[in-house]
């Protein structure tokens, strides 16, 4: 298929880690990303890896990018409750002619974290 | 500062009556896209356009339309808003197309629309 796919719905306890996974279809994908949407709020850039990439780490923020089983995570170290948000996963993705490249999203990822 | 700049954000309105959904960005971003978000579909977008005058179809442009006057303006217009129109749309824009790679997507804050 063509989809972008993540687990609907991660419940956590503050300090704790969370891990957000994504699987994507297209091997040929070069980056891969992920958002952050708080309640009422637009669509933030958390970070993004490119495809040649296995791990990137940003602060609390770490990606791990298994390309051989096309599955991206998204690790949050202690866990606060201002990070409880939607997380979408997204690739770039070629289109059909192959000379332009299109984002495919997930449905993304709804976080809670309990106090 | 950087902004992509949606208006309105919150909007009920009735079938049938033309509306507008005006967006900015203060980047001189050549690439500008709508989108619409909803529940269990995820984002999906719906007109892109690569420079002034230069606009095309995105995945989901039924009943919508857009125009690229300017390059900081890509206002989204609905004709005749339906029920089904009833969504939260996004506004984004880049400095160069999505086939450059790590090219950073600037998204406004979203305009809530319900057509009744």
């Known amino acids: 298929g063509e989809d972008v796919e993540q687990s609907l719905f991660l419940s956590v306890r503050e300090g704790d880690s969370s891990v957000i996974n994504c699987t994507y279809t297209?091997?040929?994908?070069?980056?891969l990303y992920w958002y952050k949407q708080e309640p009422g709020a637009g669509l933030q850039l958390l970070t993004y890896i490119f495809s040649n990439m296995d791990m990137k780490q940003d602060q609390r923020l770490t990606v791990l990018l298994n390309k051989k089983d096309k599955h991206l995570s998204l690790r949050i170290a202690d866990t606060q409750t201002g990070d409880s948000a939607i997380y979408f996963c997204?690739?770039?993705?070629?289109?059909?002619?192959?000379?332009?490249?299109?984002?495919?999203w997930g449905l993304g990822t709804s976080l809670a974290v309990n106090p | 500062e950087a902004q992509v700049t949606q208006n309105p954000r919150y909007l009920i309105t009735v079938t049938g009556k033309k509306l507008t959904v005006t967006c900015s960005q203060n980047?001189?971003?050549?690439?500008m896209s709508w989108y619409r978000q909803d529940p269990g579909l995820g984002l999906r977008q719906i007109y892109y356009s690569m420079n002034v005058e230069v606009t095309d179809k995105g995945d989901v442009p039924e009943g919508y339309k857009v125009s690229r006057k300017e390059k900081r303006n890509f206002p989204l217009i609905l004709e005749s808003p339906s029920p089904n129109q009833t969504s939260l749309y996004f506004c984004a824009s880049s400095l160069l197309p999505p086939r450059y790679s790590g090219n950073t997507i600037y998204f406004g804050e979203g305009s809530w629309l319900t057509v009744v």
């Open positions: 297209d091997s040929s994908s070069t980056y």
């Open positions: 997204a690739e770039k993705r070629a289109t059909h002619a192959g000379n332009n490249r299109k984002l495919i």
């Open positions: 980047m001189n971003h050549e690439y």
